[in-house]
């Protein structure tokens, strides 16, 4: 790996991103990103394919010597939020910010390229650079690039997410699950409504609600692995129209995270059967909408070795590397590591003296743009050690 010509990308890179950064724009409609990702890749002299589901495209490069295929992915949107940083590359974009870093990850992953378009010879395998639209919104990108056969024939697939609560410098990852699966459900109670004070005419939804919400919490505690990490919390409970009237119908939504498939289903399963359960115990009905978000993701242990291996190296005196604590949020590069070897890894970009102290979704969010170095160095360093083991 050539580590002063990454460096020498840099300026450009932070270019690029300033440009996605002042023209953001929301899941599924990353019209004008995508096109102007085409025309980089296109000016590397890197060949494009375009996803017919969205705006998703991959650019693949061939080396002169066949071998194994390495997919690099990046996500290209932006969210619903208006900007606040006051950066003189603010978001030109009313209501629309790069609040998550997806403009950066863009970015590093064009820095890459422009890095492997000039080392086509030599190079031995294949490489596609894949940026997905709409990771921010379930049900995602990844699933329809997948569909269209991007991992097709891939050996290995590495992604990278900027991480504003870790400091520029440090990067991180683990073995096996990194992040959660998220899940939605919204339990619809119907009982039948009447007089406040003739209840024993009437099926109280709210009592049977009540029960239920109660119930619901003995899941995690009482029917999952103690040591397997897992949330259920309930967000929100409506019912009722005034203070004398029995209600006919409650309603209860809530959240599901757990971080293997196995306590993910077990936990969907318990909560359809005891809201049918207790719903009837009070002669009301209960009917569960379950909505399955992202999976949990899931890296491969030895490709998490490897990036263990090779990041200290890659990148040297100027980051550490580090083995992190599963963290709550999803992200669909989950759907990849499912279907291929893989990891996913935080390239730490917060840094007090640049301001770059916010959370991810804030509305002042910035990160440091030297995270983007190491960064693009990572993903090379991966490819590299990938293609030629
Ligand atoms: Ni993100």
């Given amino acids: 790996m050539d580590k002063r010509e990454i460096d020498r990308l840099l300026p450009e890179m932070v270019e690029w991103r300033r440009h996605l950064h002042r023209h953001p724009e929301p899941s599924y409609q990353e ?3 995508s096109a102007f990702v085409a025309a980089k890749l296109e000016s590397f002299g890197i060949e494009v394919k375009r996803s017919k ?3 998703g495209l991959t650019g693949v490069i061939k080396g002169s010597r066949p071998g194994k295929t390495v997919v690099l992915r990046a996500d290209m949107d932006a ?4 900007e606040e940083s006051g950066s003189e590359y603010a978001s030109q974009n009313p209501g629309i910010m790069h609040a998550c870093g997806h403009d950066g990850h863009t970015a590093m992953l064009l820095g890459a390229a422009a890095y492997y378009s000039a080392r086509r010879e030599g190079l031995q395998g294949e490489l596609r650079f894949l940026f997905q639209p709409a990771e921010e919104i379930c049900p995602g990108g990844a699933k329809d ?4 056969g991007v991992l097709e024939g891939a050996d290995a697939v590495y992604g990278l997410h900027l991480w504003t609560p870790l400091p520029v410098g440090t990067v991180g990852s683990a073995p096996g699950p990194l992040m959660a699966s998220a899940d939605e459900f919204f339990i619809d109670i119907t009982g039948k409504g009447g007089h406040g004070g003739m209840p024993h005419r009437t099926v109280d939804s709210i009592v049977a609600a009540a029960a239920l919400v109660t119930q619901l919490q003995t899941i995690v505690s009482r029917s999952v692995d103690p040591l ?3 949330v259920l919390s309930i967000g929100t409970i409506q019912g009722g129209t005034a203070q004398n009237i029995i209600a006919e119908r409650c309603r209860i939504t809530g959240t599901v995270r757990a971080f293997d498939e196995e306590t993910r289903y077990a936990i969907r399963r318990r909560i359809e ?3 049918a359960a207790v719903a009837a115990v009070y002669g009301a009905e209960a009917q569960v909408d379950y909505l ?3 999976p949990p993701l899931v890296n491969d242990e ?3 070795r490897r990036f263990f291996r090779v990041a200290p190296e890659a990148l040297g005196d100027t980051a550490q590397v580090i083995q992190m604590e599963k963290i709550m949020p999803a992200e669909d590069f989950a759907y990849y590591v499912k279907e291929i070897p893989g990891c996913f890894i935080f390239v730490g970009a917060g840094n007090a003296d640049k301001n770059a102290v916010y959370p991810h979704h804030h509305s002042k969010f910035d990160f440091d743009e030297d995270a983007m170095l190491h960064g693009a160095t990572l993903l090379v360093a991966l490819a590299d050690s990938c293609l030629n083991e």
């Fill in 31 to 33: 019209k004008e990103t």
């Fill in 53 to 55: 589901a969205g705006y």
């Fill in 79 to 82: 969210l619903h939020i208006t």
């Fill in 145 to 148: 690039m997948i569909a269209e």
């Fill in 228 to 230: 397997q990490p897992a």
């Fill in 273 to 275: 059967e005891m809201a």
């Fill in 292 to 294: 399955m978000g992202y």
């Fill in 302 to 304: 030895a490709e998490f």
